[in-house]
């Protein structure tokens, strides 16, 4: 698209739509909403949240969290949801980008003082506004971007063994987020020994949301137990993108002894700690770990969005350089386990992501995704 002129916001935005659609989320729940403020009464609202009267060329967007996608088992998935929100923000702010749109100015709202009036369906609280300006042309990147966010996604195979170039974690280390916010603490675990330490701790504590009533019958909810189940409902994960290609007999053991009343009473008998050792083996063989955090133990919806938009480009970074990403969150989900993962290997603040990292040493199926238009209304 070099050397023509930008595509008018109309055809831009499905565009950056179809690429943030396919940004990772937790439990693969999408719970973001989008709104294009198009009518005059809506863009006077926004305008008015951002502070300065609308005028002629500029085209506002909000950004919110939809209650009725997000989950709420645990405290910490607060902030996950925001994450979540915040990583499809920074996949459409690039997209838009691409295309000569760019932010100019925007409004990152307090979490209980969120403004009245814009709208939004009723199950939207609004997380950020910002007015995107059509400024100059378009730089060419919107068909890599868009080949990057569909190799982009969670592969929870074993990797292969050898290393990850130190050049390579050098240049991902380097996304700290931007200097209006805190900024994000890369950390890459690379010797044995820490590895090691980290792999015991999730082989000791990596059981816990199994054991978890109330987060075991949530993360439950989402898987889907048929290919066209999940591409009809359009989110969750199905068996195969939780372990891999199964015999059926395979699959009819593992939906059984996951049904959460199988699962409690399997937790009687220690079916947790042999899960957790299962996943600690397969850490334990991955050549990095990764976690980010911000400087402090409760950070505000900016430098949460901040931190997302880093670890948007970390993974879309990582996927350029033909490496993979498997979360590990369940050492974060739990406040005591993460202060105490903290503790191990001396990190302050808030650590809000922990990923095994690698070189994918089998493909894994890419999750299913809502239609992008779905998850946007124009007001």
Not at 51 to 64: C, D, H, K, Y
Not at 198 to 217: E, I
Not at 302 to 315: E, I, S
């Amino acid at each position: 698209m070099t050397g023509t002129l930008a595509a008018a916001f109309a055809d831009a935005l499905p565009a950056a739509l179809d690429i943030a659609a396919l940004s990772p989320s937790s439990h693969n729940c999408q719970p973001w909403g989008l709104a294009r403020m198009a009518s005059p009464p809506a863009r006077a609202a926004v305008s008015a949240a951002l502070g300065a009267a609308p005028e002629a060329g500029g085209e506002f967007l909000v950004l919110a969290a939809d209650r009725e996608r997000r989950l709420g088992a645990l405290p910490a998935h607060a902030l996950e949801m925001e994450l979540s929100c915040g990583l499809y923000w920074r996949f459409l702010e690039r997209a838009l980008a691409a295309q000569g749109w760019t932010r100019v100015r925007s409004r990152i709202f307090p979490r209980e003082a969120s403004p009245s009036g814009l709208g939004l369906p009723g199950t939207w609280e609004p997380l950020c506004a910002a007015e995107f300006r059509r400024d100059g042309e378009p730089d060419g990147a919107l068909a890599a971007l868009a080949r990057l966010a569909r190799r982009r996604h969670t592969n929870r195979a074993p990797f292969r063994p050898d290393a990850v170039d130190p050049e390579v974690l050098a240049s991902l280390a380097r996304h700290r987020g931007n200097g209006d916010a805190l900024p994000v603490a890369v950390r890459h675990l690379r010797s044995w020994p820490e590895r090691l330490r980290f792999a015991g701790f999730v082989a000791g504590h990596g059981g816990r949301d199994f054991a978890h009533g109330g987060a075991w019958r949530e993360t439950h909810s989402f898987i889907r137990w048929s290919a066209g189940d999940a591409s009809a409902r359009g989110d969750g994960f199905t068996l195969e993108h939780l372990f891999g290609p199964l015999p059926a007999h395979d699959r009819w053991a593992r939906r059984l002894a996951l049904a959460p009343p199988v699962m409690a009473a399997l937790s009687r008998i220690g079916y947790p700690r042999f899960l957790a050792g299962r996943l600690a083996a397969v850490v334990r063989r991955s050549p990095v770990i990764v976690m980010m955090g911000l400087p402090v133990a409760d950070p505000g919806p900016p430098d949460v969005l901040a931190a997302a938009g880093a670890l948007a480009d970390y993974w879309l970074d990582a996927t350029g350089a033909g490496l993979v990403l498997h979360p590990i969150s369940i050492v974060i989900q739990h406040d005591d386990l993460r202060l105490a993962l903290q503790r191990r290997f001396c990190l302050p603040g808030r650590v809000f992501f922990v990923a095994r990292l690698g070189h994918p040493a089998a493909a894994f199926p890419a999750s299913p995704r809502r239609p992008a238009a779905a998850a946007c209304r124009t007001l």
